[in-house]
Protein backbone atom coordinates (compact mmCIF):
# COMPACT_ATOMS: atom_id res chain seq x y z
CA UNK A 1 0.00 0.00 0.00
CA UNK A 2 1.40 3.58 -0.83
CA UNK A 3 1.30 6.23 1.52
CA UNK A 4 0.92 10.16 0.04
CA UNK A 5 1.43 13.08 1.86
CA UNK A 6 0.81 16.17 0.63
CA UNK A 7 2.17 19.60 1.57
CA UNK A 8 2.80 23.24 0.78
CA UNK A 9 -1.40 24.53 0.86
CA UNK A 10 -1.69 27.97 3.28
CA UNK A 11 -3.15 31.37 2.93
CA UNK A 12 -2.47 33.22 0.16
CA UNK A 13 -3.59 36.28 -1.49
CA UNK A 14 -5.34 36.59 -4.99
CA UNK A 15 -2.60 36.47 -7.99
CA UNK A 16 -0.22 34.67 -5.68
CA UNK A 17 1.68 31.66 -6.02
CA UNK A 18 1.82 28.54 -3.71
CA UNK A 19 3.67 24.79 -4.88
CA UNK A 20 2.26 21.71 -2.95
CA UNK A 21 4.08 18.46 -2.84
CA UNK A 22 3.02 15.07 -2.29
CA UNK A 23 5.57 12.58 -1.08
CA UNK A 24 4.86 9.20 -2.06
CA UNK A 25 6.09 5.93 -0.28
CA UNK A 26 5.14 2.76 -0.09
CA UNK A 27 5.02 1.73 -3.79
CA UNK A 28 6.96 1.79 -6.95
CA UNK A 29 6.30 5.18 -7.71
CA UNK A 30 7.70 5.59 -11.22
CA UNK A 31 5.66 2.68 -12.21
CA UNK A 32 2.43 5.00 -12.04
CA UNK A 33 0.91 8.10 -13.07
CA UNK A 34 -0.54 10.91 -10.72
CA UNK A 35 -2.88 13.49 -10.25
CA UNK A 36 -4.25 16.77 -8.16
CA UNK A 37 -7.65 16.53 -6.88
CA UNK A 38 -9.68 19.61 -5.16
CA UNK A 39 -12.83 19.70 -3.47
CA UNK A 40 -14.22 22.92 -2.38
CA UNK A 41 -17.08 23.41 0.72
CA UNK A 42 -20.28 21.94 -0.78
CA UNK A 43 -18.99 20.83 -4.16
CA UNK A 44 -17.80 17.74 -5.23
CA UNK A 45 -14.40 17.08 -5.62
CA UNK A 46 -12.96 17.53 -9.27
CA UNK A 47 -10.03 16.85 -11.84
CA UNK A 48 -6.92 19.52 -11.39
CA UNK A 49 -4.21 17.86 -13.27
CA UNK A 50 -2.51 14.63 -13.97
CA UNK A 51 0.96 13.43 -14.90
CA UNK A 52 1.85 10.29 -16.56
CA UNK A 53 4.47 7.91 -14.85
CA UNK A 54 7.85 9.67 -16.79
CA UNK A 55 6.34 13.09 -16.25
CA UNK A 56 6.78 13.61 -20.75
CA UNK A 57 2.35 13.94 -20.86
CA UNK A 58 0.23 16.08 -18.64
CA UNK A 59 -3.47 16.86 -18.18
CA UNK A 60 -5.10 20.00 -17.04
CA UNK A 61 -8.59 20.96 -16.12
CA UNK A 62 -9.46 24.01 -18.16
CA UNK A 63 -10.35 26.13 -14.98
CA UNK A 64 -6.24 26.20 -14.32
CA UNK A 65 -5.12 25.55 -17.64
CA UNK A 66 -2.03 28.31 -18.39
CA UNK A 67 -1.33 29.01 -14.57
CA UNK A 68 -1.18 25.52 -12.50
CA UNK A 69 1.91 23.09 -14.19
CA UNK A 70 2.27 19.79 -12.46
CA UNK A 71 5.98 18.15 -12.25
CA UNK A 72 7.28 15.16 -10.89
CA UNK A 73 11.02 13.64 -9.36
CA UNK A 74 10.62 10.34 -9.28
CA UNK A 75 13.77 10.61 -7.79
CA UNK A 76 12.48 11.87 -4.95
CA UNK A 77 9.17 9.73 -4.95
CA UNK A 78 7.62 13.59 -5.05
CA UNK A 79 5.05 15.02 -7.31
CA UNK A 80 4.44 18.78 -7.63
CA UNK A 81 1.74 21.07 -8.09
CA UNK A 82 3.19 24.51 -8.79
CA UNK A 83 -0.14 27.34 -8.98
CA UNK A 84 0.80 30.64 -10.19
CA UNK A 85 -2.32 33.97 -10.44
CA UNK A 86 -4.08 32.02 -8.05
CA UNK A 87 -8.16 32.91 -8.02
CA UNK A 88 -10.34 33.13 -5.01
CA UNK A 89 -12.22 29.93 -6.91
CA UNK A 90 -9.24 28.31 -6.43
CA UNK A 91 -9.79 27.78 -2.52
CA UNK A 92 -10.06 24.07 -1.76
CA UNK A 93 -8.73 21.01 -0.35
CA UNK A 94 -6.20 19.71 -2.39
CA UNK A 95 -5.50 15.74 -3.02
CA UNK A 96 -3.00 14.34 -4.16
CA UNK A 97 -3.41 10.46 -6.08
CA UNK A 98 -1.69 7.63 -7.34
CA UNK A 99 -3.38 6.34 -10.52
CA UNK A 100 -3.88 2.26 -11.16
CA UNK A 101 -1.74 2.37 -14.16
CA UNK A 102 0.99 4.46 -15.75
CA UNK A 103 -0.82 6.73 -17.94
CA UNK A 104 -2.04 10.30 -16.88
CA UNK A 105 -6.16 10.23 -16.08
CA UNK A 106 -8.57 12.69 -15.14
CA UNK A 107 -11.08 10.77 -13.62
CA UNK A 108 -11.20 9.86 -9.65
CA UNK A 109 -12.55 6.60 -9.91
CA UNK A 110 -8.90 5.85 -11.80
CA UNK A 111 -6.69 6.49 -8.67
CA UNK A 112 -6.65 4.01 -6.06
CA UNK A 113 -4.71 5.79 -3.45
CA UNK A 114 -5.25 9.25 -2.04
CA UNK A 115 -3.71 11.32 0.30
CA UNK A 116 -5.40 13.22 3.04
CA UNK A 117 -4.96 16.59 1.40
CA UNK A 118 -3.97 20.19 2.31
CA UNK A 119 -5.89 23.08 2.25
CA UNK A 120 -5.73 25.79 0.17
CA UNK A 121 -7.19 29.12 0.50
CA UNK A 122 -7.43 32.28 -1.56
CA UNK A 123 -8.43 35.52 -0.10
CA UNK A 124 -7.71 39.22 0.55
Known amino acids: QVQLVESGGGLVQPGGSLRLSCAAS????????MGWFRQAPGKEREFVSA????????YYADSVKGRFTISRDNAKDTVYLQMNLLKPEDTAVYYC?????????????????WGQGTQVTVSS
Open 97 to 113: AQARGALARMYAHEYNN
Open 26 to 33: GRTFSSFA
Open 51 to 58: INRSGDNT
